[in-house]
């Protein structure tokens, strides 16, 4: 298969699938190494097609997902109190595109994340604890920020309102 046809083939997979999908089982599907699918994907993302990395796989958002609103929240809290915020977001309707913290060198370091329900957070969590890698916000004593898509306007205020009732919500 040329390179040509198999970016297609990556393109079609991932629009077809509507989940995410590694690197391994791409590669797997395509006949070749994980490391070629990664440096396709640069050349698709260099070419202007929105292919997110996440925690979870690669993806690429449906056309309707685009049909929504977003807000960044500004975010205070330890890392022990990283489920109880995230649940937060994704209970009331809202989905975690990502989270970013300012880095004194480097500046904005942002992480996908893609969150969309209690599965997509138990996944994340469980990958977090067996990685043993500490979220982003350390970096920054617990300040971080995370854009959130949700269906409607309302739906934003309701995240804000319960995070700020947790004492998450910077003001």
Do not use: W
């Amino acid at each position: 298969m040329e390179a040509k046809e198999r970016r297609e083939q990556i393109i079609s997979l991932l629009k077809c699938t509507g989940q995410p999908l590694t690197g391994t089982a791409l590669a797997k599907e395509l006949g070749v190494s994980r490391q070629v699918i990664v440096g396709d994907v640069a050349i698709l993302r260099a070419s202007g097609i929105e292919i997110y990395a996440t925690p979870q796989g690669y993806v690429i958002l449906p056309t309707t997902a685009r049909d929504t609103v977003t807000a960044r929240f500004a975010c205070h809290h330890s890392a022990e109190r990283m489920e109880e915020e995230l649940a937060a977001i994704v209970d009331n309707g809202g989905r975690v595109l990502d989270v970013s913290v300012e880095h004194p060198v480097y500046g904005e370091i942002k992480a996908n994340l893609m969150l969309a329900s209690r599965r997509d957070l138990a996944e994340f969590l469980h990958k977090s604890a067996k990685s043993g890698a500490t979220p982003l916000s350390v970096v920054t004593g617990g300040v971080h920020l995370h854009t959130v898509e949700a269906p409607s306007i309302e739906v934003l205020h309701k995240i804000a309102a319960e995070l700020k009732m947790l004492g998450i919500l910077l003001d």
